[in-house]
Nanobody, 124 residues
Framework: QVQLVESGGGLVQAGGSLRLSCAAS????????MGWFRQRPGKEREFVAA????????YYADSMKGRFTISRDNAKIAVSLQMNSLKPEDTAVYLC?????????????????WGQGTPVTVSS
């Protein structure tokens, strides 16, 4: 069982930046793709970004490309999301996720593990 704990959400003005972090509660010998989803008010959960276990491959939703950067630290089994040029429409609860996958795969299809989420509010 892997528990994920997010941190770093908050309130920021449009154009500003935030860095979200997610740490796993326990070490594991399995390999996981890790990533972020978000749930905006009144919208379905949507994919944001993912990174392969070895950190070499990333995958972003089109609307996040160029603004968001995902990275990971396998020594801590942690993943971060640097969000720049934030817009009011980025306001959402951001959830960390993990899915068993080969070490080079950056794609998430059905995460087995989810964090509780951290809220991000971008004011105009």
């Amino acid at each position: 069982q892997v528990q994920l704990v997010e941190s770093g959400g908050g309130l920021v003005q449009a154009g500003g930046s935030l860095r979200l972090s997610c740490a796993a509660s326990a070490r594991t010998s399995s390999t996981y793709v890790m990533g972020w989803f978000r749930q905006r008010p009144g919208k379905e959960r949507e994919f944001v970004a993912a990174i392969s276990w070895n950190g070499a491959n990333t995958y972003y939703a089109d609307s996040m490309k160029g603004r968001f950067t995902i990275s990971r630290d396998n020594a801590k089994i942690a993943v971060s999301l640097q969000m720049n040029s934030l817009k009011p429409e980025d306001t959402a609860v951001y959830l960390c996720a993990a899915e068993l996958a080969p070490a080079t795969v950056p794609v998430m299809t059905r995460p087995q593990y989810w964090g509780q989420g951290t809220p991000v509010t971008v004011s105009s």
